[in-house]
């Protein structure tokens, strides 16, 4: 019994990396992808491991079921969420910079465009485009035949392909304008920020009801650039910024008296700002102060 066991735990801790990305990915939740990783190991130790052909592929079927079935109670969750919600940010390692298609997927902006699916099409979205897995491997993960889920993926991808943005954008780039950003904070002078925002720019600031946050998005080059020069003035010289890799692209913290207030994540297209992410919520920022590793 010991042996097994200890077999057992060897091929989760194997994997578990992987898993915790599957998890994050369809959720958007480090907490919840880590209860997520729980019920997957409970249910892995009572899997006679002799019957099982290919281990990766069977926890990743029982980490997406699991993942399924909390996504759908996040969806009510989120119904009476305080104002924007927004992903739980991570503090990756800089590995996830290197892997392109990973550190894109797992963006905040990605992350925000799948919140638009439904949570068979994510969990296909993510199994396929990200981790491409073999249709018929998808499909006993979610329960269905690979003819339907060669079909959902592509009306998932179709509708991920309208939203996302057109080119891909350099590390350089956002880099850049969060520069703009540490700079208006620094020196109190936003000109540069403002001239670098989109006219169809959004804003979007989680306090999760716990935290002042402002309740709606903010839509608009004018607007949103009265809303920072307001936000900046209300922390004053106290604030101070640290640049980080977050969710595998370059990101702020935002410190108060040395301690976590929020993060600051951006969306650029064509060098403009078009999203701005503003994360209060303490909940959500636990994991913004220890690198997460993430893999595929």
């Known amino acids: 019994m010991s042996e097994r066991m200890d077999v057992a735990t060897e091929v989760f801790v194997a994997h578990r990396n992987l898993l915790f990305t599957v998890a994050y990915e369809m959720l958007g939740s480090a907490a919840d992808a880590e209860d997520v990783l729980q019920e997957t190991w409970l249910r892995w130790t009572g899997v006679d491991l002799d019957t099982v052909r290919?281990?990766?592929?069977?926890l990743v079927r029982i980490t997406t079921r699991q993942a399924l079935t909390r996504l759908r109670t996040l969806g009510r969750r989120k119904e009476t969420y305080v104002g924007p919600w927004l992903p739980e940010p991570l503090l990756t390692t800089p590995d996830v910079a290197e892997d392109v298609e990973l550190a894109d997927n797992v963006s905040m902006a990605m992350l925000l465009v799948l919140e638009t699916l439904t949570p068979t099409e994510r969990a296909?979205?993510?199994l396929r485009e990200v981790f491409d897995l073999p249709y018929g491997e998808i499909a006993e993960a979610v329960g269905k035949t690979s003819a339907a889920v060669r079909q959902i993926a592509h009306r998932a991808r179709s509708h991920v392909a309208a939203r996302r943005p057109r080119d891909a954008v350099s590390p350089a780039e956002s880099r850049a304008a969060l520069q703009a950003f540490q700079r208006a904070v620094e020196t109190g002078d936003l000109r540069n920020l403002l001239?670098?925002?989109?006219?169809?720019?959004?804003?979007?600031?989680?306090?999760?009801?716990?935290?002042?946050?402002?309740?709606?998005?903010?839509?608009?080059?004018?607007?949103?650039?009265?809303?920072?020069?307001?936000?900046?003035?209300?922390f004053g010289?106290?604030?101070?910024?640290?640049?980080?890799?977050?969710?595998?692209?370059p990101g702020l913290i935002l410190r108060l008296g040395g301690q976590v207030e929020g993060v600051v994540a951006v969306r650029v297209e064509a060098g403009l700002i078009t999203g701005f992410y503003f994360v209060r919520n303490p909940e959500k920022l636990s994991r913004v102060e220890q690198e997460i590793t993430l893999s595929r």
Do not use: C, H, M, W
């Open 124 to 126: 296909v979205f993510v």
């Open 237 to 249: 010289a106290a604030l101070s910024v640290e640049p980080v890799q977050l969710n595998g692209s």
């Open 195 to 234: 001239e670098i925002l989109a006219p169809d720019v959004v804003a979007l600031s989680d306090g999760g009801g716990l935290k002042r946050a402002v309740p709606r998005p903010v839509v608009g080059a004018d607007k949103v650039g009265r809303l920072l020069t307001l936000g900046l003035r209300a």
């Open 54 to 58: 290919d281990q990766r592929a069977y």
